[in-house]
């Protein structure tokens, strides 16, 4: 297509993306090396249910430390593991690493917390991920009632993996439907989809105050969920007034800074302690309402 416009930009164009496949390669083949070298951490969000005024689960959220590069974002290197085909193994590390951390969380703690866990489809498309599942499960000891896994909307998933994920379900395991939304796929994919939670898009959590078609598909959403009994969490949500709207609509699950930043493990225990009633001091006034 550049070439048609002119000569110069098709060859611009050549090299940008010889240089970005460069560099990419270049990155895969640190990520590649970055399991053994303990520059892989997971960090992690509570959730929190305004309801019953506690924090009920965590996400774990993957982070990579670059030796020479530093911090690098998931939303970065995920795509990159996926293509070059490492993402089993490191979903595979973070899934265990999460589940080890929960069952070590579920010794000390009085209410066993739910750790959810972001699943690439592809993953789905590994035969033994099951099984592998299972194995970990065993192998951690953690129960499958407290596992969830996080996939994000995708139009083209295959009969073979919506098989996996109804294992997965027959395990225990809870589904959520990551960044519901987003995709114009979302309501046929509840019909065809073994899922049992919707997290509903931060980006429609950014407009609560702002735009009215925001607040038009947050509701919207809530009471699809609601339609499909389904559970619903709202996510990226950073202000009392966008969890005053959504709590008073119906949605009292919430993650997002508000409440809490993603952190280590040894952070979530010390944070776990903390009130949160002057954050939940807002329900009051639903309650009132
Ligand atoms: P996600 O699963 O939708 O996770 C939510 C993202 O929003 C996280 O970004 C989290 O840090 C961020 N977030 C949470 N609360 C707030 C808030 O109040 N405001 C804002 N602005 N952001 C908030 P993060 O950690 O950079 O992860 C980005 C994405 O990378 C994740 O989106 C997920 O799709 C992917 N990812 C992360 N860890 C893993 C993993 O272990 N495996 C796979 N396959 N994907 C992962
Ligand atoms: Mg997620
Ligand atoms: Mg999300
Ligand atoms: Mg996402």
């Known amino acids: 297509i550049a070439k048609k416009e002119s000569g110069s930009s098709y060859s611009f164009f050549n090299q940008q993306m010889a240089m970005n496949s460069v560099s990419k390669l270049e990155m895969g083949n640190h990520l590649r090396q970055s399991m053994d070298r303990n ?3 997971i ?4 959730q929190v249910d305004c309801l019953q005024g506690k924090v009920t689960g965590v996400e774990a959220l993957l982070r990579w430390n670059h030796t020479t590069k530093g911090y690098i974002s998931p939303s970065e290197f995920i795509p990159i593991a996926e293509e070059m085909g490492f993402i089993v193994a490191v979903g595979e590390w973070v899934l265990r690493g999460a ?3 929960m069952k070590a969380w579920h010794s000390i703690l009085e209410d066993p917390l739910t750790i959810s866990v972001n699943l690439s489809v592809k993953q789905l498309n590994d035969e033994r991920f099951v099984d592998k599942v299972t194995q970990i499960l065993e192998e951690t000891g953690l129960e499958a009632i407290y596992l969830e896994m996080e996939i994000t909307e995708n139009v083209a998933m295959q009969d073979e993996q919506l098989e996996a994920l109804g294992r997965l379900r027959e395990l225990g395991i809870a589904i959520s439907v990551d960044d519901f ?3 114009y796929s979302s309501l046929s994919y509840l019909k065809r989809f073994p ?3 919707i997290k509903l898009d931060q980006s429609f959590v950014r407009g609560v105050q702002t735009d009215d078609k925001d607040r038009a598909m947050i509701k919207a959403i809530i009471s699809v969920a609601k339609s499909f009994q ?3 969490i709202a996510e990226g949500v950073e202000t009392e007034e966008q969890a005053d709207f959504l709590v008073a609509n119906g949605c009292s699950q919430i993650q997002g800074y508000y409440f809490f930043k993603p952190m280590t493990a040894d952070q979530v225990q010390v944070r776990l302690q903390e009130s949160l ?3 939940l001091s807002f329900m009051a006034t639903i309650a009132a309402e």
């Open 39 to 41: 520059e892989l951490e």
């Open 43 to 46: 960090v992690y969000q509570p």
């Open 99 to 101: 589940c080890l951390q």
């Open 181 to 183: 939304g987003t995709h």
């Open 195 to 197: 899922v049992t939670k």
């Open 230 to 232: 389904l559970q619903i």
């Open 277 to 279: 009633q002057p954050k």
